[in-house]
């Protein structure tokens, strides 16, 4: 029985999604494998140069930043037990872009801690790991490797994020993930909920998150296919008042002879369409999609994107597009050069709050 975290951890997603087939010769670097134990290391390195036009504020800036991937570093531990096999993942990111800000208190976000049991039955995972809801849009955004529209000014790129998908939060969860069925996969599980009636832990939450993801994979003729639906649901009370979060995303993706078309799209209300916290929320609407294209030809990929969030829940509309090009010098050193066009406005004046572009050329080491 072969459990393998990594290829279950964001990290490996992003790479499978970015590089294909190839990601597999990056999956880790196996330090230990005796008498059905094995522990392995993963990582993920990379920095841009930044060029950023503000056209409200009519500057521009300079800086070497991390994208939208920050840095890490993952240990992947499993151990055969017989009809079971125990496993486990610890990975941290970390930012480069408050060097000058705290130059010795640099921020580690630790984004998984988890154990899984595996068998024929499944896995379950227990722990702390990304969320379901949202957690395929993200992770099969064909400029995930990239830079994207911009971020907190500490922290990482924005990528898709507020303008096409919402960020599936890192959460403490139990969730099971049903054994390959001929292509369809079934993720459910049962996470931290977020208070969301006035954010303070004065909110009650009687049942926690409901979150769940269904997945299929298929190839028809020489075309493959990806398919996916997910969603989440919680209920907070404060006194007479209860917010009821609920949140619906999709996508599909095609590819045949180098060339990849994907679409997604996402539906909620109660929720904050850029990240799960807590904080108080109203049972507002929020929507987005997000379509791509790519061709790959040879060591090389083109990207073009374009989303669209439009959240009533934050009096926020957004739009990005972005254009990008990536070339594998080999299979663990990748180039890229993107450019990106971000603007927001307030969707009931109309009044534009933000409006960049952006020029990011970068460089990402992996193993």
């Known amino acids: 029985m072969n459990n393998n975290n990594f290829r279950k951890s964001g990290l490996a997603l992003a790479m499978a999604a970015a590089m294909g087939a190839s990601a597999g010769a990056n999956a880790a670097v196996e330090l230990y494998n005796q008498d059905g134990t094995s522990f392995s290391v993963d990582g993920y390195f ?12 009519d500057t521009r800036d300079s800086r070497i930043k991390m994208g939208f991937l920050p840095n890490t570093i993952g240990f992947n531990f499993s151990k055969d ?14 930012t ?14 630790v984004r998984q801690f988890y154990a899984t049991v595996d068998g024929d039955f499944g896995q379950v995972l227990i722990g702390k790991d990304f969320g379901l809801y949202a957690r395929s849009n993200i992770f099969l955004d064909e400029i995930l490797m990239g830079f994207g529209s911009p971020g907190l000014a500490g922290g990482v790129s924005f990528g898709n ?9 890192p ?3 139990i969730t099971y993930r049903s054994p390959d069925m001929s292509g369809l996969k079934v993720a459910a599980g049962v996470l931290d909920p977020a208070d969301t009636v006035t954010g303070t832990p004065a909110d009650e939450n009687p049942t926690p998150r409901f979150e769940s993801e269904v997945t299929y994979n298929a190839k028809l003729n020489n075309v ?12 907070a009370e404060n006194g007479a008042t209860t917010v009821d979060s609920t949140g619906l995303g999709y996508g599909v993706k ?8 994907a679409a997604s799209g996402f539906s909620s209300t109660g929720n904050n369409p850029v990240l799960i916290v807590n ?21 090389n990929r083109v990207v073009l994107s374009y989303g669209e969030t439009d959240a009533e829940i934050l009096n926020l509309e957004t739009e990005g597009t972005t254009l990008g090009f990536f070339h594998d010098v080999n299979s663990n050193f990748k180039l890229v050069a993107e450019y990106n066009m971000y603007q927001d406005s307030n969707s009931t004046t109309g009044a534009t709050t933000t409006e960049a572009d952006t020029i990011a050329l970068g460089a990402i080491v992996m193993f």
């Open 46 to 57: 990379n920095a841009f140069y930044v060029n950023r036009e503000d056209k409200l504020a």
């Open 254 to 261: 095609a590819s045949v002879a180098g060339l990849t078309l």
């Open 161 to 169: 994020i507020r303008a096409g998908y919402p960020y599936p939060t």
């Open 279 to 299: 904080g108080a929320v109203a049972e507002d609407d929020a929507d987005g999609f997000l379509v791509q294209g790519s061709y790959a030809f040879g060591p």
């Open 81 to 94: 037990m017989g009809d079971l096999t125990l496993g486990g993942r610890s990975s941290f990111w970390t």
């Open 171 to 173: 959460s403490a969860q």
């Open 96 to 109: 480069i872009n408050d060097s000058l800000d705290s130059p010795t208190a640099t921020a580690i976000d």
């Open 224 to 235: 493959a296919l990806t398919g996916w639906v997910n969603g989440r649901y919680q209920s």
